[in-house]
């Protein structure tokens, strides 16, 4: 029976937002809460489905996950390495077959922008288990670098934007994992940068460019059984470091010219196809003006990934709401997170009529508040479950959502979900578990990117990509990168 040390850490860091992510943020699992985790939809879940069918023992040390949000306070860092070292080290004295990680790939800290490269490289230098197989599953947004591939032998990336194969990447991994094991080949990573930068509605899957890419990266792994895994990393544009961007590595036993060879043709084609990942978007009032003019049977979506929540934005931006507001809109449905609000409705009686301030607080990106007067309808704990396992949101999340206490108020044509935290809207559940039907609404407001494509699309019969004031602006151009290599395309002429 191979011994499989595991360990999580999961967190999309926005390096420009004014606050810090604390420990308070992040939901901790330790020990045997990890094996828990059978059946939930996750990316812990994928890996313990392998492990099961192998028989393999689990020495689970913790899984630390938070909703994508600003850059990590470090002492957060330092106390989930002060809960897996002891972990680590007992396994590697009584003796460890492989490790397996559970990482997301774009955390920052305060004082490290390459986190789960250190967390590889303190493991590699804990006794014992300086040459073990290290595997595991990452995502697709994240900011890939050379330590990462250095110290693991089979990381393998997402191949969906949205995530809808969270889980699924986590059993292929670690699948790789058991070939490796009964096989007793071990493979190494080989990684290039590709100099661009695009930003999180240019990494759809479904679309160019990462349609050609992933589509590329398949043929290859078909074609050479040398090639275990190919992996098209989209990068995620919000996070400063010198390894921002799209990534191209994988995972095998080819020789380094194949590799660099296969390195050089999907780098040439993300060049090639690199204008085709700017996002194209519309200011909110124009596209309220085409729903008009089209008058769609089933709701139309103002997409906003300024505000994308699933980016790290605060979903507290009023951008959409404004333009709804100014345009008398009618049967429309915005979601914004809000916890001052919800606080504020607490006492008040269902039915009534209340003055009320919403979104904008603390959000430097955004006008502020909108004063409103609205009707209050229902307030809820917020608990809800995913309508589907393989959302988007159950990647880190699992199928049990909490968006903390809600309202729901409306205002003349205008029902608004306040939340009290900010939750992707990635799943339906998240309308229908405050009664509110997304189907008969007629305009729906979307604070994200891509990842609500999987819910959204199908009920949806217009979609437009709206340009708001946010945090995660579609034009890299706008933030003031620090520490990102130069030069990247569409930073710098190429």
């Not at 799209?246 to 690199?274: F, M």
Request: proline residues 6%; contains cysteine.
């Amino acid at each position: 029976m191979a011994r499989v040390l595991f360990a999580g850490l999961f967190h999309e860091t926005h390096c420009f937002i004014d606050s810090l992510t604390r420990l308070a943020d992040f939901s901790v699992l330790r020990g045997a809460e990890i094996l828990r985790c059978r059946g939930d939809g996750s990316q812990i879940d994928g890996f313990l489905e392998v492990a099961q069918e192998r028989g393999w023992e689990i020495v689970p040390a913790c899984a630390y996950a938070a909703t994508p949000s600003a850059t990590v306070e470090h002492a957060v860092f330092e106390q989930f390495w002060s809960e897996l070292e002891p972990v680590a080290r007992q396994a590697g004295t009584d003796g460890v077959d492989a490790i397996f990680v559970s990482l997301h790939g774009a955390m920052v800290t305060q004082s490290e922008n390459d986190v789960e490269g250190e967390v590889l490289a303190r493991l590699r230098s804990t006794p014992g288990l300086q040459d073990v197989p290290l595997f595991g599953v990452y995502d697709l947004h994240a900011n890939f670098s050379d330590r990462m591939a250095r110290h693991a032998n089979g990381l393998v990336c997402y191949r969906e934007n949205p995530h809808i194969d969270a889980r699924d990447t986590a059993v292929r991994a670690a699948r790789l994992l058991a070939r490796c094991l009964e096989t007793g080949v071990i493979p190494r990573m080989t990684e290039r940068a590709a100099g661009i930068l695009w930003s999180p509605p240019g990494t759809g899957t479904a679309d160019a460019p990462m349609a050609a890419l992933e589509a590329a990266a398949r043929a290859m792994e078909a074609e050479d059984p040398d090639i275990w895994a190919v992996n098209i990393v989209g990068g995620y544009s919000f996070g400063d470091t010198p390894w921002t961007g799209v990534n191209v590595n994988l995972v095998g036993t080819a020789d380094s010219a194949r590799n660099a060879a296969i390195l050089d043709q999907l780098c040439g084609l993300a060049l090639a196809l690199k204008e085709r990942g700017e996002a194209q978007e519309v200011a909110p009032e124009e596209a309220l003006a085409e729903i008009v003019r089209l008058a769609p049977d089933g709701p139309a979506l103002l997409v906003e990934p300024s505000d994308n929540i699933g980016g790290g934005a605060p979903g507290n931006g009023t951008g959409v709401l404004r333009a709804l507001m100014a345009a008398d809109a009618r049967d429309a449905g915005v979601a914004i997170c809000d916890p001052e609000a919800v606080e504020a409705l607490i006492a008040r009686a269902l039915g009534e009529e209340v003055k009320l301030e919403v979104g904008g607080n603390g959000n430097r990106y955004d006008p502020g508040p909108v004063r409103i007067q609205a009707t209050l309808v229902s307030r809820s704990d917020g608990r809800f479950s995913l309508e589907d396992i393989n959302s988007h949101l159950a990647a880190s999340r699992g199928r049990n959502i909490e968006m903390g206490p809600c309202a729901v108020v409306r205002h003349r044509g205008i029902t608004i979900l306040l939340t009290s935290k900010p939750t992707p809207p990635f799943d339906l559940g998240q309308w229908r578990s405050q009664g509110i039907d997304p189907e008969r609404l007629a305009i729906i407001g979307v604070k994200a990117a891509v990842a609500h494509r999987r819910a959204y699309d199908p009920i949806a019969a217009a979609s437009f990509t709206v340009r708001t004031p946010g945090a995660c602006t579609s034009d890299p151009r706008l933030l003031p990168y620090q520490n990102i290599r130069r030069p990247i395309y569409p930073l710098d002429p190429q």
